[in-house]
T-cell receptor, first 120, second 112 residues
């Protein structure tokens, strides 16, 4: 299985709602990522989890709360979002590349199809 | 920190014509370089990658890229473009840890 799945495909929420985005992979990857992508822009890294622990938080507002309950799942909890948070949210996963490690331990990232989020 | 520049925001080519998309990177050590393609509303699909070894890399869908250290470039090429190649193309550079940075992207339009 070389697929990263994301649910839901589309999400519309109000500014007072609480919702969650889900991501799943079964490739044995121990690094998982959340990206935000606005229209006609490249993906912007939000969070990185390595071995189920948060390793990178790119100064993301606290209304976005990531969670990695196990090595296959990654969630993004949303609360009190703003209309400017509307975007495509992409999940990715990869093996963890160790410094000096073999090239098999790569950070080639596999992406899911994304969740299109609209905040009203 | 590593960074990537894609000088062309939008390129239009005729179907059957050759294609070259430019990518320049900035990184102090040997970079890990990638080309991804994204169709509208979709996730990103890896076309090819370079880590070391042969500087001419073959990818999926008939794409290839050449790593030129002296020019800090990793340009993507295809000898004959198909209408289905119309999409957004992103060059990316990976560095230490699991950090990867994307270029701004090049939108490819294919004329019939």
């Amino acid at each position: 299985d070389t697929e990263v799945t994301q649910t839901p495909k589309h999400l519309v929420m109000g500014m007072t709602n609480k919702k969650s985005l889900k991501c799943e992979q079964h490739m044995g990857h121990r690094a998982m990522y959340w990206y935000k992508q606005k229209a006609k822009k490249p993906p912007e890294l939000m969070f990185v989890y390595s071995y189920e622990k948060l390793s990178i938080n790119e100064s993301v507002p606290s209304r976005f709360s990531p969670e990695c309950p196990n090595s296959s799942l990654l969630n993004l909890h949303l609360h009190a979002l703003q209309p400017e948070d509307s975007a495509l949210y992409l999940c990715a996963s990869s093996h963890i590349r160790l410094a000096g490690g073999p090239h098999q331990a790569l950070n080639e990232q596999f992406f899911g199809p994304g969740t299109r989020l609209t905040v009203l | 920190a590593q960074s990537v520049t894609q000088p062309d925001i939008h390129i239009t080519v005729s179907e059957g014509a050759s294609l070259e998309l430019r990518c320049n990177y900035s990184y102090g050590a040997t970079p890990y370089l990638f080309w991804y393609v994204q169709s509208p509303g979709q996730g990103l699909q890896l076309l090819l990658k370079y880590f070391s070894g042969d500087t001419l890399v073959q990818g999926i869908k008939g794409f290839e890229a050449e790593f030129k250290r002296s020019q800090s470039s990793f340009n993507l090429r295809k000898p004959s473009v198909h209408w289905s190649d119309a999409a957004e193309y992103f060059c990316a550079v990976g560095a230490r840890g699991n950090d990867m940075r994307f270029g701004a992207g090049t939108r490819l339009t294919v004329k019939p």
